[in-house]
T-cell receptor, first 112, second 108 residues
Framework: DSGVTQTPKHLITATGQRVTLRCSPR?????VYWYQQSLDQGLQFLIQ???????AKGNILERFSAQQFPDLHSELNLSSLELGDSALYFC???????????FGPGTRLLVL | GQNIDQPTEMTATEGAIVQINCTYQ??????LFWYQQHAGEAPTFLSY????GLEEKGRFSSFLSRSKGYSYLLLKELQMKDSASYLC?????????FGAGTTVTVRA
């Protein structure tokens, strides 16, 4: 158990819909990272927040957005969902520097 | 751009040693991570190399050569539970760029 929690574990929805994934970092960690893992793309970095502010951005689609709240939990919002958005979405946390990232158990999203 | 290459699959026998190579060409480099991932589960941290050389951690060791853009993960005394995907990741500017992963199968 890494100490990072994610909800929900599974999510099934339809194309065109919007979903919100939630992540709580390890106690004391200020940084939260979001990753997408699909069979054909591997693990892809989406976005990082540090203490409430966006710090780094990867290949995140415009239909996706994220935020980190004052209590340091984070949410990833996915809108206008497409079949290709079906994937495992992982959240990771770290202390904030170039440190080890600890991954949560992931949310498995299936778009039908 | 980021280019991180690892072999797709490797098979080894229980008790043996396996070496997983990773070569990278990236626009920046702060350090290199190795993660283990069992199917459908979260990646778990194995090792982190910043400087050239070998880092040993029990049955797992990791090596880095920054000048050659090369790293390897050495798994010794293989156990059945080591069957998993091993991910090489380059860290730069707080971002991790992952290789596609190497699936290691351990046979009895």
């Amino acid at each position: 158990d890494s100490g990072v929690t994610q909800t929900p574990k599974h999510l099934i929805t339809a194309t065109g819909q919007r979903v919100t994934l939630r992540c709580s970092p390890r106690s004391g960690d200020l940084s939260v990272y979001w990753y997408q893992q699909s069979l054909d793309q591997g693990l892809q970095f989406l976005i990082q927040y540090y203490n409430g502010e966006e710090r780094a951005k990867g290949n995140i689609l415009e239909r996706f957005s994220a935020q980190q709240f004052p209590d340091l939990h984070s949410e990833l919002n996915l809108s206008s969902l497409e079949l290709g958005d079906s994937a495992l979405y992982f959240c990771a946390s770290s202390g904030g520097g170039a440190e080890t990232q600890y991954f949560g158990p992931g949310t498995r999203l299936l778009v039908l | 751009g980021q280019n991180i290459d690892q072999p797709t699959e490797m098979t080894a026998t229980e008790g043996a040693i396996v070496q997983i190579n990773c070569t990278y060409q990236t626009s920046g480099f702060n350090g290199l991570f190795w993660y283990q991932q069992h199917a459908g589960e979260a990646p778990t941290f194995l090792s982190y190399n910043v400087l050239d050389g070998l880092e040993e951690k029990g049955r797992f060791s990791s090596f880095l050569s920054r000048s050659k853009g090369y790293s390897y993960l050495l798994l010794k005394e293989l156990q059945m539970k080591d069957s998993a995907s091993y991910l090489c990741a380059v860290e730069n500017d707080y971002k991790l760029s992952f290789g596609a992963g190497t699936t290691v199968t351990v046979r009895a």
